[in-house]
């Protein structure tokens, strides 16, 4: 019975892997400015997760202790939809979705800081694989080069969302996770509300279908199904199982944009990755 239940679980984190990767074709495919992606993404998010919530009978009501930390996730979160779409936009989906997965091992260098975990020491192994890895993605260190920005800024993304993943853990257990995802749309959303009138958002007539996908299946299933992961995994362990997530984005990448990862984003790709199963394993055992 225990075996049967954490196949379940391991196969509900993989169908939120499933449906947060659409975000790389999404992403690269919706041709509009990014802030007003992200904002019109929160903004119909949000709305859906209330209606959710709402017809599930399910509290909004959050304690005054816990809302900084939770307005801070948000503010979290936002900066690394931000920068993973600018990473999008100026590379392709593979690139965008390696560099950013620098986060399982960003998370496991940061968790014992931040939570008083055990540091290991076999992380730092992984953390210079991971280098060695980001050295692939980028064809040279020179700033005028899309690609290299491209990687710089989804090391960034993964920053924010290692942070952002680390500091709900120790909410996670008190509140469901949709509500806590609806509190960190809210947030987004009004950080990025005047980027709607400042910049161009009349591209929305006409890209509103793939919008609402981004928002529906990637933000409000995907990374609430992936919010209530932490509840059976640890942050470091549900990050490192999500190493998937990458592989089914570029697959989806290939289908449907005809995007095919150059022999070096391969390489670099697979170093990376490579860290991130040596991990699941050794945290397996």
Same mark, same amino acid.
């Given at each position: 019975?225990?075996?049967?239940?954490?196949?379940?679980?391991?196969l509900e984190l993989n169908l939120a892997m499933l449906f947060i990767s659409t975000s790389g074709a999404l992403g690269r495919y919706i041709d509009m400015p990014v802030p007003v992606i992200i904002g019109f993404r929160a903004l119909m998010a949000g709305i859906l997760l209330y209606i959710y919530c709402r017809w599930k009978k399910i509290s909004f009501r959050t304690?005054?202790?816990d809302r900084p930390t939770i307005i801070l996730s948000g503010i979290l979160m936002g900066l690394h939809w931000v920068t993973y779409f600018y990473a999008l936009k100026l590379s392709n989906v593979a690139i965008g979705m390696l560099s950013i997965f620098t986060y399982p091992v960003i998370t496991a260098l940061l968790e014992p800081v931040l939570l008083k975990t055990k540091f290991q020491k076999v992380h730092l192994l992984l953390a210079v694989l991971v &280098? %060695?890895?980001i050295y692939f993605l980028v064809p040279d260190l020179d700033f005028n080069n899309s690609y290299t920005k491209a990687v710089l800024l989804g090391v960034i993304s993964a920053i924010c969302y290692s942070l952002r993943n &680390? %500091?709900?853990?120790t909410k996670v257990g008190n509140y469901n996770g949709s509500v806590l995802m609806?509190?960190?749309l809210v947030v987004v959303t009004i950080f990025l509300m005047p980027f709607l009138f400042i910049m161009d958002s009349s591209g929305?007539?006409?890209?509103?279908?793939?919008?609402l996908t981004l928002a529906l299946l990637t933000t409000a299933i995907g990374h609430t199904l992936f919010l209530e992961s932490f509840k059976r995994f640890s942050i470091t362990t549900a990050s490192i199982i999500s190493s998937v997530q990458p592989v089914y984005g570029i697959i989806i990448g290939?289908?449907?944009l005809g995007e095919i990862p150059v022999f070096s984003t391969i390489?670099?790709?697979v170093l990376i990755l490579t860290s991130v199963v040596i991990e699941s394993i050794r945290t397996y055992k």
């Open positions: 019975m225990k075996n049967t239940q954490h196949l379940r679980n391991i304690g005054s202790k &280098l %060695i890895g &680390l %500091i709900m853990k609806w509190y960190q929305i007539k006409d890209q509103w279908l793939p919008t290939i289908i449907f390489i670099g790709g």
